[in-house]
């Protein structure tokens, strides 16, 4: 059985569509060529087309194909799991958090699917950049009436994050103290203020060191008195300004999946193939892991053709998601690349009679001692002295591990470190707003394309920043989903994006861990950077009250929540 899939997960879908044809797997192909987008939401979801169209083409022998209108596929996929969360949460004068307790209960729908791991995710995250002190975290997996929940970009890290910045709201309102000085002061350290809740040691922190880079950029602290200044003049329109971080762990929680393979063929014309566990989703992972194979192989890029992801080229992939498309699946290439590389070279020094240092590859040519030739034509040489040009690659993840009695371990090989800075307008009359200017500044390591990168972080803020505003999800009392089409669901749109718009990457900063030439991961850290959006707009409301309270507007902040939120303030205050 042949099955073309649109999916993030081609083992998986392979398994099940084994498991309901009652087949083995090696029976069945999944060929993936390449997602419009999946962002989490293809990891599972894409099993049940795949499943129901291998039984009617089992039932018929004829090729079958299945596609769901729009508000059908909305109705019936699962979406980000809404989470309900408390806390209480004790602090000094500094503002710096002394004890907390916070319950996080995750809405999954009907049945699992990836929740377990999810609400682990969030769980882990809740400390986002801060050092928690005598912390309990309970996480909850609730069962409802809706379609299943799964995954999404960022797997259950920004339900953990958005708690945690509002508390450092809070605790700053109470404190009259700015939001900023109050994150600061709570910022992971040394010494004893560097282990997590789960107990890994938080190691190459540079957020203190990117923060006072991202505060001179953005001139947070005079923009924040010009901001204050404007909203005391100004009654109905009020501006608000936030700087929010980020620490993302990277690596999949369930430690087993942190694994990938690779296959390449060099071909005697001097062309190279490449399969890899990896799916492209317009993430540009095909980009890279050609980028990083020219590298070893020193040839063009153009040499190098990355064919579609099929489980009877490489077996037992692991999903393409929690960010580590490319360490995976990057490494494995690397790996397979320098197995052949090295072949070359012992055939080259034993051929030419010269040590093995010197053999070298550079700009699609091969020099052994004196002896220079083009890169097809060592290729060629080696194939007529009987050497082997293909190879498999093969990558897992060093140094994690987790205990799940215990609750602790190194679940994250790294972490990916962030910042946004936000400024919005918000209409105190109808609860409209416009962002005005984003500064972002991500930590991708030694980027390994930083065109791609850039378009990463802007994108994933532009989305973090629509879940938290604009996205509105409504359900009937059934459980139905009534917000099932760009009609009543309201996605970013170009008008939406902020007038100013500066995106920047930290630079000269490799992964001090053996990644793939020392990158990182950037695909899920920057989504997280969209709460920056959320707290500006609350930090505008706060305005309204003199910032002495912080405003009830829960996550998405539509107009409606704002100007509700505008009017509880406004009766608190009056009341006090």
């Known amino acids: ?19 309901v044809l009652g087949v083995d797997m090696h029976k069945v192909v999944i060929d993936m060529r390449r997602m419009g987008g999946g962002f989490g939401g293809k990891e599972t979801q894409a099993a049940l087309p795949a499943c ?41 004068n500094d503002g710096m958090i002394e004890g907390i307790e916070v319950d996080l209960a995750g809405n999954c729908g009907y049945s699992p699917d ?36 799964t995954a999404y970009r960022g797997f259950g890290g920004p339900q953990g994050m958005v708690p945690i910045e509002e508390i450092m709201d809070t605790i700053a309102r109470n404190l009259n103290k700015d939001p900023l000085d109050v994150r600061r002061t709570n910022y992971y350290g040394k010494d004893e203020r560097n282990e997590t809740t789960y107990h890994q040691t938080v190691e190459h922190n540079i957020l ?18 010009e901001i204050k200044a404007f ?37 005697t014309d001097g062309s190279i193939r490449i399969n890899h566990g990896g799916t492209e989703m317009g993430q540009g992972l095909n980009t890279k892991v050609r980028q990083i194979v020219s590298e070893v192989f020193q040839v063009e890029a ?10 009877d080229k490489v077996p037992n992939t692991s999903p393409t998601a929690a960010s580590s498309g490319t360490d995976l699946n990057g490494k494995a290439a690397q790996n397979a690349a320098l197995t052949i590389k090295q072949r070359l070279v012992e055939f080259a020094a034993k051929h030419f009679n010269v040590e093995e240092s010197q053999v070298e590859f550079n700009n699609s040519h091969v020099r052994a001692g004196e002896n220079y030739m083009a890169f097809e034509e060592i290729i060629q ?19 994690i591990y987790y205990d799940r009695d215990s609750a602790s371990g190194r679940p994250f090989y790294y972490y990916a470190y962030g910042l946004a800075c936000c400024e919005v307008l918000v209409d105190t009359f109808t609860g409209e707003y416009k962002f005005l200017r984003t500064d972002l500044l991500q ?28 996205e509105e999800l409504v359900w009937n009392d059934k459980g139905r989903l009534m917000t099932s089409g760009p009609a009543s669901y309201k996605v970013p749109a170009i008008a939406d994006m902020p007038i100013d718009f500066r995106t920047n990457l930290v630079e000269s900063r490799k992964n001090p861990e053996d990644t793939v030439y020392h990158s990182k991961a950037v695909g899920e850290p920057p989504f997280m950077l969209g709460i920056a959006a959320w707290c500006a707009i609350k930090d505008a409301i706060a305005s309204v009250a003199d910032y002495k309270y912080q405003p009830e507007v829960d996550a998405p902040a539509t107009p409606e929540r704002v100007l509700m939120g505008i009017q509880k303030l406004r009766e608190k205050a009056k009341g006090l």
Request: hydrophobic share 40%; proline share 4%; net charge neutral.
């Open 1 to 19: 059985m042949m099955v073309f899939s649109s999916t993030q997960n081609p083992t998986e879908v392979q398994k099940l569509v084994a498991s």
């Open 52 to 92: 129901m169209s291998a039984v009617i083409a089992r039932l018929t022998n004829r090729p079958t194909k299945m596609r769901v209108p729009r508000m059908e596929d909305m109705m019936m996929t699962g979406k980000r799991h809404p989470f309900f969360v408390k806390y209480d949460v004790a602090f000094d």
């Open 114 to 149: 990836l929740s377990g791991s999810i609400v682990d995710r969030a769980m882990f995250h809740i400390d986002n950049a801060y050092f928690l002190k005598n912390a309990t975290i309970n996480g909850h997996r609730c069962k409802t009436n809706t379609a299943s929940n």
């Open 208 to 225: 203190p060191e990117i923060t006072e880079e991202l505060l001179a950029s953005s001139d947070y602290y005079e923009r924040r008195e």
């Open 231 to 267: 909203n005391a003049e100004n009654r109905i329109l009020k501006k608000g300004l936030a700087m929010t971080p980020v620490k993302f762990g990277i690596s999949f929680t369930a430690t087993f999946l942190n694994q990938a393979g690779a296959l390449i063929h060099v071909y």
């Open 302 to 311: 153009e040499r190098i053709e990355i064919t579609a992801t099929n489980t």
């Open 381 to 399: 040489l080696a194939y007529f002295n009987q050497v082997s040009l293909s190879s498999t690659g093969y990558y897992k993840t060093p140094k």
């Open 443 to 470: 930590d991708v390591g030694e980027s390994l394309n930083p065109a791609i990168d850039i378009g990463q972080v802007e994108g994933a803020f532009v989305q973090g920043m629509g879940w938290l505003t604009t």
